[in-house]
């Protein structure tokens, strides 16, 4: 990893919402313990929700004595970025990583996150999050160039230990005194439990990251596995029509955030040229007589189509003073004594349950 003496402090936060996620939490947690480079901490931030609350704390009541897993309740508004927003209030460690509750990680993925950390202008590394389909394989229509309808890492992102302008929320990691320089996850504009699939919430945070910091540097690093769970609904053209429906949406609200020119660059590359590409790989297949090959270029026209409205009308409504987002500096929710961030913020009274 490096030549330092000591190893870096990694406090992990998966947020959580359901019940039903029961095994695929516990999962999540235990290949966070498994870690090659032990982290200081795992935080469970449980969003509004009571009973799994109490099961957390009971199941992990060993845990919580030691301090190597706290339950936590979302301090905010209910939603993913007020969740993990709790999480780096709370967090005792140097760094911050984010884990999905319904992913698992490879052994060595907090080691590969910490060698870029190495360099002092890191402020951010994401890693490769790979789908487990719940049916056990990909379906034929389902493009590559899509896998981040499923949070997943998809076909056209350079290989390798890159520069990004963001890293994906389920998979990443920040330096803690990134959020003291640029806030925290904008509310009202990520996910809500099983509301409509929102996102970009990390693209609008590293963005203005970059703004706070023009020094920083954001990594991806594909070493850092993960494996993500598509759930059967998931694997549904339905699905997939929703989601990248709302993706256009919130990349409406990312480019009224920060402004189209930034919000949008990757996405210029994106739709000019892997998406293209893909269209053409498509056809070849089916040409070719491959099962798929005419579905995924036909799934890639339908994605473009559907992000591009909702992108269209999330921008009409915000003309016209449609949904709004806001941020604000993370608060100090961290035991005495541990390093905090500094800043007053708005999530006081996060809960530990002990």
């Known amino acids: ?27 999540a947690v235990d290949s966070v313990r498994k870690q090659s480079l032990a ?15 109490a099961r957390l704390a009971e199941q992990y009541a060993d845990e919580l004595l030691t301090g190597e897993v706290r339950v936590l309740a979302n301090a905010g508004p209910r ?18 990583a984010f884990l999905d509750d319904d992913a698992v990680a490879e052994r060595d993925w907090l080691h590969h996150f910490a060698a870029a ?36 890492t998809y076909r056209g992102l350079p290989p390798g230990r890159v520069r990004v302008r963001n890293v994906l929320g389920g998979n990443a990691s920040f330096r803690r005194s990134a959020f003291a320089a640029a806030g925290g996850f904008a509310t009202g504009i ?28 954001l990594l991806i690093d594909d070493r850092a596995v993960i494996h993500h769970t598509v759930p059967p609904v998931r694997e549904r053209f339905g699905y997939f029509r929703t989601r990248t429906y709302a993706e256009g949406l919130s990349k409406a609200l990312v480019a009224r955030s920060v402004g189209a020119q930034k919000g949008l660059e990757s996405e210029r590359r994106y739709t000019t040229r892997v998406l293209p590409a893909g269209v053409v790989r498509g056809l070849k297949d089916a ?28 921008t009409l409504r915000a003309r016209r003073g449609g949904p709004r987002f806001s941020w604000g500096p993370i608060a100090d ?16 009274g996060a809960e530990a349950v002990a």
Do not use: K, Q
């Open 190 to 217: 990520g996910r809500d439990g099983d509301r409509r699939p929102l996102g970009c919430e990390e693209t609008e945070l590293c963005i203005r990251l970059a703004e706070a910091l023009p020094e920083a540097v």
């Open 39 to 53: 982290p200081l901490e795992t935080l469970l931030v449980v969003d509004h929700n009571a009973r799994l609350l």
């Open 117 to 152: 950390y190495d360099d002092p202008r890191v402020m951010a590394v994401g890693g490769r999050t790979l789908p487990a389909w719940a049916s056990g394989r990909r379906p034929v229509w389902f493009p590559e160039e899509f896998d981040w309808v499923v949070g997943c």
């Open 1 to 27: 990893m490096s030549d330092r003496t000591a190893p870096l402090r990694f406090s992990v936060v998966i947020c959580v919402y359901t019940e039903e996620r029961w095994r695929d939490i516990l999962a």
């Open 287 to 314: 040409l070719r007589g491959r099962a798929g090959g005419a579905g995924r270029a036909g799934a890639i026209l339908t994605g473009v189509t559907l992000a591009a409205g909702g992108y269209a009308l999330g």
């Open 333 to 348: 929710l961290t035991p005495a004594g541990s390093p905090a961030v500094p800043g007053p913020g708005s999530a006081e």
């Open 79 to 96: 939603g993913l970025s007020s969740g993990r927003n709790t999480g780096i209030a709370a967090a005792r460690g140097e760094f911050v």
